[in-house]
């Protein structure tokens, strides 16, 4: 019996576009890909029958970094989205299929990388209702915009009339256990992203390093805090803020597997309105990834999305 001593694992990523008012997709992308440490470790594990984790979601975002084999994470991800379907009807092949809506993956208004990975994203807020917010000190009132906005139909504004120099949103609605994210279940987290979208109409009027900071936590007393720079945002632009969870300043000990603290902060000179869509925290263990030529993904644009791993013999 002969043995082959080298097999391949080998993936081909095609990405498609439309306009929303149109019917023939457009091939933006054809390209090879990598497959990651961590997924060739997924594989392991499979085979070796300690573990069921396989890839369940497609992600793209806008990082232009090259990829690494040792990478976790996807830069400046945008959007995870589960697949639509996975085809195992070719021999030593599996292609996943995932859809992005017009609404969906709309961040900087452009998609140049993506990736599969093994966990779902978990939703804070879509901007769509925001009643379970509460508004504080400068930020007058919070209302969900039916006009700024970049996923979904809406997002959160905040309008700040300038008095004390801070305004705040705050969440107590329970988003439960999250500690397969932050990698730990109470203290510094490890590992994990939090995703926001950050729109400013008078960037001029916001203050310095902590213009806009974010807490996350378990209680007012337990929490990671995040800080914004002003000179990230320019005035009527969508930003992407993606935050790496390990690098937040601790207060007390939050308790990971208990998140219901979340709070956003507009530090100010003058009034200003300040828009927030799409906050998602997204775990690790990315299986493959791959970059390429950025091309536009707005409102107006769907996308179809090919995964296609192939076995090889040899």
């Not at 990478?71 to 195992?88: A, G, I, K, P």
């Not at 993506?114 to 939703?123: C, E, H, I, N, Q």
């Not at 917010?133 to 006009?147: E, F, H, I, K, L």
Request: proline share 2%; with cysteine; aromatic share 10%.
């Amino acid at each position: 019996m002969h043995l082959y001593d080298k097999q391949n694992i080998k993936g081909q990523l095609q990405i498609f576009t439309r306009k929303v008012d149109t019917e023939d997709w457009v091939l933006k992308v054809d390209k090879k890909n990598m497959v990651f440490n961590t997924g060739l470790n997924i594989i392991r594990n499979l085979v070796a029958g300690t573990d069921t984790t396989y890839p369940t979601y497609c992600a793209v975002g806008s990082g232009v970094t090259a990829i690494l084999a040792t990478d976790t994470y996807l830069e400046e991800e945008v959007w995870r989205n589960t697949f639509t379907s996975t085809d195992v009807s070719v021999s030593k092949k599996v292609t996943y299929e995932t859809f992005f809506s017009s609404v969906q993956a709309n961040g900087n208004d452009y998609i140049s990388n993506a990736g599969l990975f093994t966990s779902a994203p978990v939703l804070i807020e879509d901007g769509e209702a925001v009643a379970d917010w509460t508004n504080t000190n400068d930020c007058s009132a919070v209302t969900a915009d039916t006009t700024i906005y970049q996923n979904g139909s809406k997002s959160m504004k905040m309008a700040l009339t300038f008095a004390a120099g801070n305004g705040e949103v705050t969440k107590t609605t329970a988003i439960g256990d999250i500690s397969d994210i932050t990698g730990v279940t109470s203290g510094t987290p490890t590992q994990g992203r939090l995703r926001l979208l950050v729109y400013c109409d008078n960037v001029a009027n916001l203050n310095g390093t902590n213009a806009i900071q974010y807490k996350i936590g378990s209680s007012a007393g337990d929490y990671a805090l995040y800080s914004l720079d002003d000179s990230e945002l320019v005035d009527n632009t969508w930003y992407l803020w993606d935050i790496d969870l390990s690098a937040g300043a601790i207060t007390g000990t939050p308790d990971w597997t208990a998140v219901d603290y979340n709070q956003t902060i507009v530090n100010c000179t003058g009034n200003v309105n300040v828009y927030i869509d799409d906050i998602q925290t997204f775990g690790p263990t990315i299986f493959n990834a791959q970059i390429f030529t950025e091309f536009t993904k707005d409102k107006t644009t769907e996308m179809l999305i090919f995964w296609t791993l192939e076995f090889l013999d040899n």
